[in-house]
């Protein structure tokens, strides 16, 4: 779908999330991949999946994290988790009022 449509951002299929965040690793498995480094975007098969992810990459890269987000729906909605900032609720507003204006 997403080659008809001709995005402007990189995408590949499935594979582990160890391999989608490691470059090394990712050409060692798939020599074909199309990313020219490591994913930023990480697509889960379920909420407890999500959470428990985001949760340890989290944990790992004391990076920061905008999720989980809920697409598809036919109205907005986002979830706010445990121990999240002011920050991270501005973020998911954001997201939802943009998600309800399209």
Known sequence: MLDQREVDFEYDGEM???????????????PLCCLTRPANVLVMPNLNA??????????LSGGHI???L???LSK????????VTVSDI???AALAA????R
Not at 20 to 30: C, I
Not at 50 to 59: D, E, G, P, V, Y
Not at 76 to 83: D, G, S, V
């Open 50 to 59: 999500t959470n428990i992810s985001s949760k340890l990459l989290l944990m």
């Open 76 to 83: 907005p909605a986002q979830i706010a988790l445990m121990n």
């Open 70 to 72: 809920f697409i598809g």
């Open 16 to 30: 582990s999330a160890d391999v989608a965040l490691d470059a090394e690793l990712m050409y060692q498995a798939y």
């Open 98 to 101: 943009y998600h309800a204006v």
């Open 90 to 92: 501005v973020n998911l």
């Open 66 to 68: 905008i999720g989980s």
